[in-house]
Each structure stands twice: as C-alpha cells, then as structure tokens.
C-alpha cells in the first residue's frame, strides 16, 4: 500500500472528526456561521437537487487567516448531517499532499477513484471532494477541468489564497467554475462571531443604497434620517469599546478567542509571512534578497499615513523602482494590499503615487506593535479606520467592478479623503475620522472635482450642510455595512 493511498484512507476515517474540530473552538463550541458558510450549503443543496444543472465547482480565494478552512468544515459537517452515507464526501489539504508526500492533485483523485471502486464518470453517488490550500499544485485547475467535463456527480469546493483565481484560464473562470471571495470580517459579521449578535436583515444594503446611490445630499440626509432609529437600536446591542477591538485584530477570524496581543500579533506575522514567502510565488518569482525587500517595504507602509513616492520606497528597501512595481502588483494581486491610486485619467495616475492599504487593518496592527511610536497613536487608530473603510469599498465595489475608489494628489494636501466612484460618473468626495471632522477638506476636492455630493464619517451629529451639498454622518452609521 503506498503512501497516498495511506493519507486518503485516514483522510476518509478521520475526517468527521477533524472537521469538528476545525468548526469549534477550543472548548467544543461551534463557531458562528458567515454568510458565506449558508451560500456554500445553498450550493451544495442545489447540486443534490438538481445535480449536473447546478453550480457544482465552487473556488473560494482569500487572504490566509479570513475563515475559509472552518467554512469548508461548517459545509462538510453540514452535508454529513443533512445525507450522511448517501454521498461521498472527501476532505484534503494539498498543501500536505505537495509539500509532504510529493505528490499533486491528479494522483490524489485518481487513487480515491480506485478506493472507491468507480470511476467518477459512472457513479451515480454524489461525490463531494473538498480541496484546501488549492493553490499548492500549479495544475490544480486544469485537473479539475478536465475531469469536471467528463463528469455530472461530482461537487468540488477549492479554497486557496487570494490568488488562486489568477491561475485560472479564462475557460475555466466563469463558464465552469464560480468564484465567491471570502474576505476579512466586516463590523457586523465580527460581531455575529465574537458576540452572537445578528444584524437587522438587509441593513447593510439598505445603509449602502441611502449612502451611495442618492443624489445629492439632502436625499442622503433625508434618508438615514428615517433609518437613525434602526441604527440606534442596533448599537443599543453593542458595546462600543469593541470598536478598539474590531480595528486592531477583530477583521480577522482566528484572533477573536485569543486574549493575548502579542500572541495574536505574532500569529497575524506569521501569516503575512506564509504569504510573502509562499503565495507571491505564484505571482512573479522572487529570489531571497527581493522577499527580504519586500517585509522592509511593507513595514515601510504600515507606519506611513499618506503616499510613498517610488524613488523613496526604491532607497529605503534597497531595490530598483521596477522591482518595487513589481513588488506592490504582487502584494495587490495577492490582496494583502488594496491600491488606492491617484484621481485622473491613466496618465495622471502614472505619474503621481498611488496610496497602498492593508486588506485588513489587524495586519496594520500587527506592524505597529513592533515599530509603531506610542506618541502617533490617535493617527495609528486613523490609519486603522482607513483600511477598514477602504476594504468596505473594495469588497462592495472595487472587487465586483461596480466602481473604484481614488484619492485627489495634491503636494500642499488639504484634500478628502477619498473619491468614490459608483458606476460609470456618480463621484461622491469622503473624508474619515475618529474624533471631530470638519467640512473643509471635502469642499476642498469638491472645488476641483465634479462629485454628486461629499460626506464626512466622524465622531459628528447627522447634519446636513445643504448649501455645500455636503452631509456629516455619524460612524455608527459606517460601521454597519
């Protein structure tokens, strides 16, 4: 018996067991389920209805440390209750199997096609193979391909990094395969998870058609005026110190139960990492001085609150301008960071420095606790509250190409901001802050750039500044989408 047939075997016998663990907590308890742990069992559903009509081979890439292994758990355990021995039902973690027992996915589901019996193309049994950490084997992609052609009764869920999608050719992506992005938690799904408090049903959309699709100001004041009492009882459920607590660590799953900072940090290091050193591999090839290069730079990044020119960026790490370049598409490929480049048409984006946030502020965090200075702290919290709000927009708009988010350059500052565009030419100018914000810097961008209305998020009262076509809007309201 070779060594593969062994690991599938204990795959098979211990996998109910190992995916409990994976679903629980130390103590036992079952984690909370995400939104995206309900879509996967609506997927799975499906393909017990309906079979080869359903969407059945589900890719789900994201920045290690987001969930997806304890969604896949939740999905598996699931299944298992709902159909039992009725199905084939095969979890594995390709990293173990490259990495460990050199060998790749197409020996694996050849030697569990001869445990089984049958061919996959025979069985009338519905077979559902999960595949962790997908992305370890170059050619995972095209094995599945061909054997989902050849197929009608096989469910394949792949989770993988960030950038797994990338090594999918355009005949896989879309027509075959279905793509759902897990990312770091939002505020209110961090508090289904760390407090089992649920949000009202449709909030979040509600808050981001009234914020962002209105006309003008007045109709944005006029219509979170009449969902303030919705959003006051919410928060009347929430303790408000948890804010710290959801910007420093809280957007990341596996850091909600654990009390210690610097284990939670270190933790959250270590990941950041797994990603330089492993992931980016798959996205351009870096010798071992570019990879040490590269933490330089994203420590360089942590600490900065505005842009970075590349001829600064290129001294301080000690690389060339056209390795940074590369080196910064790798990180925003990788989604470990989210460019945010400068407003204007191609060329001016160009020719002035793009600004770079971490796809989750916790990630900020975690450099900060090694070269933060104590005395930048309220500009820390700021720079934490940016990332937050700048994976919010990436998630709900820049991810699903429904618009793009960019800042106004400008030497002498003074500007908002942000500039969110929604759609085709609907610009709204943003400006953020934990205490008191004024107006000034929206009118500032606004002076310069044609926006549909600004809006100030900050410590403030719901007001409307009419004549500047320019609304102040509490945080409270930020936090629920």
């Not at 204990?10 to 984690?31: C, K, T, V, W």
């Not at 992609?141 to 355009?170: E, P």
């Not at 919705?230 to 804010?243: G, P």
Request: aromatic fraction near 10%; glycine fraction near 6%.
């Amino acid at each position: 018996m070779n060594v593969l047939t062994r690991y599938i075997q204990r795959q098979l016998f211990i996998g109910e067991n190992s995916m409990r663990r994976r679903a629980a907590d130390s103590a036992g308890h079952p984690y909370s389920t995400r939104t995206m742990t309900v879509l996967l069992q609506k997927y799975a559903r499906d393909f017990l209805e309906h079979g080869p009509e359903s969407k059945r081979w589900v890719v789900i890439p994201g920045l290690r440390g987001v969930g997806k292994t304890t969604i896949t758990a939740q999905t598996y355990l699931w299944i298992l209750n709902q159909v039992g021995l009725r199905v084939n039902l095969l979890y594995i973690s390709l990293d173990e199997v490259v990495e460990k027992l050199g060998s790749n996915l197409s020996d694996v589901l050849d030697e569990y096609q001869t445990l089984l019996g049958y061919d996959f193309e025979t069985t009338k049994k519905p077979t559902f193979i999960f595949i962790d950490e997908v992305q370890s084997d170059p050619n995972w992609a095209r094995t599945i391909k061909f054997l989902f052609d050849r197929t009608s009764n096989v469910f394949f869920l792949c989770t993988g990094s960030s950038a797994v999608h990338l090594q999918m050719d355009a005949d896989v992506d879309g027509r075959r395969a279905v793509t759902e992005k897990l990312y770091p938690l939002s505020f209110p799904e961090y508090q289904v998870l760390a407090n089992d408090v649920l949000p009202p049903k449709g909030m979040k959309n509600a808050l981001i058609q009234k914020l962002y699709y209105s006309k003008s100001a007045t109709e944005v004041y006029k219509s979170l005026k009449t969902y303030q009492t919705i959003v006051n009882q919410q928060w009347a459920r929430y303790d408000r110190n948890s804010i710290t607590t959801y910007l420093t660590k809280g957007t990341m799953p596996f850091t909600l139960k654990e009390r210690d900072e610097r284990m939670v940090y270190g933790a959250l290091k270590a990941s950041v990492d797994k990603v330089v050193t492993l992931d980016l591999q798959s996205l351009s090839h870096f010798n071992s001085d570019s990879i040490a290069a590269i933490k330089r730079l994203l420590f360089i990044l942590a600490d900065c609150n505005d842009y970075i020119t590349l001829d600064n960026m290129s001294k301080w790490i000690g690389a060339s301008k056209p390795q940074v370049i590369n080196m910064l598409d790798a990180l925003t490929k990788a989604e470990l960071l989210i460019k945010v480049p400068a407003y204007g048409n191609n060329m001016t984006q160009t020719r002035n420095p793009a600004r770079y946030h971490f796809m989750s502020p916790a990630i900020r965090a975690a450099y900060h606790d090694i070269v933060g200075n104590p005395e930048t702290e309220a500009s820390r919290r700021g720079l934490l509250l940016e990332d937050a709000v700048v994976l919010q927009f990436y998630r709900e708009f820049m991810s699903r190409q429904r618009g793009a988010l960019t800042y106004y350059h400008d030497k002498e500052g003074g500007q908002c901001d942000f500039i969110l565009r929604v759609g085709n030419d609907h610009q709204i100018s943003i400006e953020l802050g934990l205490g008191h914000k004024g107006t000034k810097q929206v009118e500032t961008t606004m002076a310069k750039v044609e926006c549909a209305y600004g809006i100030v998020f900050a410590d403030v009262p719901l007001t409307l500044h009419e004549e500047k076509n320019i609304i102040t809007v509490p945080l409270d309201f930020l936090f629920l989408m």
